[in-house]
């Protein structure tokens, strides 16, 4: 990595910064790499990357803020490719997205522990404090993901598209997105995340034969919608709502009821986007008829 960028000397008496701020996405952080090692910090015990919107100045730390830098950030994504391979890369994309406050520090102690032993298969040394972080990481989002993918309800709205509302614990719309790019080539749907504000979007017109649309990445939607969907529900998907709490109320077998079990396959904080969980057990349209 010391031969990205050219040496850099400081003058004395400047203040050598002991935070980096980088722009809250995966080139920002590539580029504060980049910058790391262009003003030879990388030794400094005390350093610190942090995502801006994390940020909480101190009186204290000198902090300098990193612009994203395309080439600067390709540098160190093909070093690190070489370094790390695709499952290294996996990982780290994966720990990124986690969205941790200190993960930008984590990473980089990870891609100088890298850097240092460049013959070592550093992603199987849980021995290294960073490296067990990063691996407990990618396990919770991929525990994330998963329910993700499983637990996602669309909803079809006036406009024939099948509308669903996320709040995942991190950020992994990025990593489900192709999950239903390949199941559900033959309709319109969106995916929107509420606790970061944007989503992703199918347009099934722009698709062929041969190759699914590509997504869309959508940022601004009406604040009704987002918050109460129902408005903008079809007919059809009033139907289906009732037929599915229907099924839901009547295969469930109140002697064996479990609810521990219930919540550690389902966790509560999902509920509130389960469309079989939105409604009063005493329903009319969900009494048993014998």
């Known amino acids: 990595m010391l031969e990205l960028a050219p040496n850099i000397a400081y003058s004395v008496g400047q203040l050598i910064p002991s935070i980096v701020l980088y722009e809250p996405s995966f080139e920002g952080w590539l580029s504060a790499v980049f910058y790391v090692y262009a003003n030879k910090l990388q030794d400094d ?11 909480v100045p101190s009186l204290i730390a ?103 509302r996320v709040e995942p614990d991190f950020n992994v719309l990025p990593l489900i997105g192709e999950h239903f790019r390949q199941r559900y080539q033959d309709q319109h749907w969106a995916i929107y995340d509420l606790a970061r504000d944007y989503g992703i ?35 059809d998907e009033q139907r289906y709502q009732k037929f599915w709490q229907g099924y839901f109320t009547n295969v469930n077998i109140k002697e064996r009821k479990n609810p521990r079990l219930h919540r550690q396959y389902l966790p509560q904080r999902y509920w509130k986007y389960l469309s079989e969980k939105q409604i009063l057990p005493n329903a009319e349209h969900l009494q048993k008829r014998r």
């Open 201 to 235: 979007y199918y347009n099934k017109s722009q698709s062929t034969p041969t190759r699914p649309a590509a997504l869309q990445t959508i940022t601004e939607l009406d604040e009704a919608v987002l918050r109460h969907p129902a408005s903008i529900h079809s007919e």
């Open 45 to 55: 015990a005390a350093l610190r990357l942090i995502a801006q919107d994390c940020y």
């Open 62 to 164: 000198q902090a300098t803020s990193v612009v994203p830098n395309e080439e600067n950030a390709e540098r160190v994504l093909v070093k690190l490719n070489q370094l790390l391979g695709r499952s290294g890369m996996r990982n780290l994309l994966w720990g990124f997205l986690s969205e941790k406050d200190d993960i930008g520090t984590t990473l980089f102690q990870v891609v100088k522990y890298a850097i240092g032993y460049p013959s070592r298969h550093v992603m199987q040394d849980l021995g290294n404090l960073n490296i067990l972080e990063l691996v407990q990481t990618v396990k919770s989002v991929g525990r994330e993901k998963h329910r993700m993918e499983a637990f996602v309800r669309f909803e079809h709205t006036t406009s024939d598209i099948y509308f669903a």
